[in-house]
């Protein structure tokens, strides 16, 4: 089951186990299941400190769990952990052994302090670049709250339960079979979800903190370049992000970075993250802005920033970087039918839909390249254009051109999301030339079709918005309102590239810094 050289990483690793582990494997007569067994049986054989067990009776068959010896297992796989959700195994071996996580007291004490007794499946594929955190984290939260168990299902093993639970996005989470959230979430967020009082307590923290000289709204490339080279000029220096590492959290391959030759979404946002924190800035996460008041608003002369949970942030300057979101197509049926064939993320989600017909709406760059990976997975991909031509890269329209099992319908305005009460069954659109109506019968629609700017909470302030909703900047990344700038894909500047946002960050900040000094503050 594991290479050599995975073996050899393994077994370095196990070497950090802080005692003696059990693996508990609950098999059936399947295929699946001897693969279990081999995993197991290996990850035994590389430590003295692990135990293989075949006599778990754990409700799903084939799995194993993982438990501290003379424990009942808490974390289980359904699965097998390969893929992105390798990294997931091996830390919950270290991590039920005693091996202390990576993460600050503060949070810590706060999944210690939740006190719950629960059971948590997380539906995953192998796939997903998401998964893995919400693995994670769930994992954390059982090994810390003994009552709780944590549950990560390959939905590829257990397809029948996909089936029945209508799953059609990942991660998919459940409590006590009860459905509480799915896509991408961090540990802090999976606290704050469980945690009842985590607004009040987290209102009251903020509340105390002194003004800022330059306080950031996003955690995007954007906002934390600004934060980097605020906190460079020796100034105090917070961010407040929603989340940290903003969309490119769900960005796969980036290959356009100078001197970066390739990387991953996750990986970059990671690597963003540990500078910014390198620079001791102040960050507060997990949370939303509600209103801002520029410093000629203010009695105080610093810019005021209220967030959703009624705390107030002052600060000499603002720099807004709050990005952009999937735009949606806003037709009848794509809110109901969202995480229920409706997606967002091929590389997620598309492995749920092998051997079914989808449809990709969207012919730029991110639509053709979703249509030719899906292509590779699923039964038939109907990719769905408004325009009279595609808007992708020639070498990616001749990619999806040769594919076999693709169609290009242009000219096409999609109308309506049509499906039986629980999942998609066929998506309407109208021919823009002859307003004649089709129907696509399908079991999934991949929306591709751009970015929309963060900047909704903006509309009831004096920020002056352009009409598609981004905020106007001067070339100085200054808007119409004093102390407050901006920078990003959240703006009017054009080309939404992830290197651009990064400039126009610095730019940013560097402009703001300029500000107190000549305004004395």
């Not at 582990?21 to 299941?33: P, Y």
Request: aromatic share 6%.
């Amino acid at each position: 089951m594991l290479d050599q050289n995975t073996a050899a990483q393994l077994k370095t690793l196990l070497e950090r186990l802080e005692g003696p582990i059990e693996l508990v494997a609950t098999l059936d007569a399947s295929d699946k299941s001897a693969k279990i067994k081999e995993l197991v049986e290996e990850i035994a054989a590389l430590s003295d400190l692990v135990t293989a067990r075949f006599d778990g009776t754990n409700k799903r068959a084939p799995s194993f769990g993982v438990a501290k010896a003379g424990e009942q297992p808490r974390v289980f796989f359904a699965g097998l952990p390969m893929g992105h959700e390798f990294t997931s195994l091996i830390l919950a071996l270290l991590q039920t052994s005693g091996y202390a996580p990576k993460v600050s007291d503060e949070v810590l004490e706060s999944i210690k302090g939740l006190g719950i007794k629960s059971d948590f499946d997380v539906f995953v594929s192998l796939s997903c670049h998401n998964c893995p955190d919400v693995v994670q984290a769930l994992n954390l939260i059982a090994i810390y709250n003994p009552g709780t168990t944590a549950t990560m299902i390959d939905g590829a093993f257990f397809q029948e339960e996909v089936e029945e639970r209508k799953i059609m996005a990942v991660p998919m989470v459940f409590q006590d079979n009860e459905h509480i959230g799915q896509g991408r979430m961090t540990l802090e967020e999976i606290i704050a979800k469980l945690d009842t009082d985590s607004a009040a307590k987290d209102a009251e923290k903020l509340n105390a903190k002194e003004a800022f000289d330059v306080l950031v709204i996003g955690g995007g490339p954007a906002g934390n370049t600004s934060a980097i080279y605020a906190a460079r000029k020796g100034i105090k220096t917070g961010i407040v992000a929603e989340r940290m590492g903003g969309q490119v959290m769900d960005t796969m391959d980036i290959e356009n970075f100078t001197s970066v030759q390739k990387t991953q979404g996750p990986k970059f946002a990671a690597e963003m993250e540990a500078h910014v924190r390198e620079y001791g800035v102040d960050i507060m996460n997990l949370q939303r802005v509600s209103d801002i008041k520029g410093a000629d608003e203010t009695a105080n002369g610093l810019v005021e920033v209220t967030l959703e949970n009624g705390a107030k942030l002052e600060s000499k300057t603002v720099i807004l970087s709050t990005g952009a979101r999937w735009r949606e197509m806003n037709v009848p049926g794509e809110q109901e039918y969202k995480t229920r064939g409706v997606a967002y993320c091929p590389h997620c989600d598309g492995p749920l839909f092998k051997g079914k017909r989808v449809a990709v709406i969207g012919g730029g760059n991110s639509g053709v390249e979703a249509a030719i990976d899906l292509a590779g997975i699923v039964e038939h991909v109907t990719l769905v254009e408004f325009d009279t031509k595609l808007r992708a890269d020639q070498v990616l329209q001749d990619k999806l051109n040769s594919l076999p099992n693709t169609t290009v319908i242009k000219n096409a305005l999609s109308t309506e999301v049509v499906g039986d009460g629980s999942q998609v069954t066929a998506l309407k659109y109208k021919d823009r030339a002859t307003d004649e109506e089709h129907t696509v019968e399908l079991a999934g629609i991949f929306v591709q079709i751009g970015l929309l700017p963060n900047t909704d909470f903006l509309k009831e302030t004096k920020v002056e918005l352009s009409n598609r909703g981004e905020i106007v900047i001067n070339e100085r990344n200054e808007t119409n309102v004093k102390g407050v700038f901006a920078a990003g894909d959240c703006t009017t500047v054009p080309y939404k590239q992830i290197i651009i946002a990064t400039g126009e960050g610095a730019k940013a900040s560097l402009s703001a810094f300029d500000y107190i000094i000549r305004s004395g503050q």
